[in-house]
């Protein structure tokens, strides 16, 4: 098995660098590449990944087009990358690269269509309070409405196949931040997904993502593929 990881940012210039060490750390085994898109930041991102130099199998992608958008870099990551199976994670080391060798063992053995890492809801660790509730009632939301595919439609953290994106990538929801979710629901046909408990890390500085542009996108993904589904 061979994979494109890709790890869309966007001013984490403080968290990359250390990001990438630990995924060839625990990766020296297996076959990859890394896409680092960027959503233009503004933090000295692209001045230092000038300066520093890395292997041939990591590649820094500038993606220019505005609005910023998390989803537009995702599917530049796969348009861009080499290999069939993706793997998509944050930049902010929210996502520990230790799971890696892990996922990937199952995902060979498993033949699934996604390998999703999911959040233990129980307890709210490396999750602030607004984005723990706001993720357990959307994803209640998401469920009822849209049918159960996941206990965690909403993470980020995932490996799926590309030919998956490619058959469905004109019924996709364009833009956001949770892109599983609409990887998910943009197919017709049933997909095979395979679970995988980990325990999120903190974000840096604690500072969580979750704001009224990231709900909005994600509650009109949800009308978008109710209606999809129905006509």
Excluded: W
């Amino acid at each position: 098995m061979h994979y494109s990881i890709i790890i869309p940012i966007y001013n984490e210039k403080n968290n990359i660098i250390n990001l990438i060490y630990k995924i060839q750390h625990y990766l020296r085994r297996i076959k990859f590449e890394i896409l680092i898109i960027d959503d233009d930041s503004n933090d000295g991102t692209k001045e230092f990944f000038k300066k520093v130099k890395f292997k041939k199998n990591i590649r820094f992608i500038i993606r220019k087009n505005k609005p910023r958008d998390l989803t537009q870099s995702v599917f530049l990551g796969i348009k861009r990358s080499k290999f069939n199976n993706l793997i998509l994670m944050d930049g902010d080391l929210q996502h520990n690269p230790r799971y890696l060798p892990k996922i990937c063992k199952i995902y060979d053995k498993k033949n699934t269509d996604f390998l999703i890492c999911v959040r233990n809801f129980k307890v709210r660790s490396g999750l602030s309070i607004l984005r723990f509730f706001s993720s357990v009632s959307l994803i209640k939301v998401i469920n009822l409405i849209l049918g159960f595919k996941s206990s965690d439609p909403m993470s980020g953290f995932f490996i799926f196949q590309k030919n998956i994106f490619n058959e469905n990538k004109y019924k996709i929801y364009p833009f956001g931040f949770k892109i599983l979710f609409s990887l998910l629901y943009a197919t017709d046909k049933e997909v095979k997904v395979q679970e995988f408990k980990i325990k999120f890390n903190k974000r840096n500085k604690n500072k969580s993502k979750m704001n009224l542009k990231v709900l909005y996108h994600v509650i009109y993904s949800i009308i978008y593929h109710y209606f999809k589904k129905k006509f």
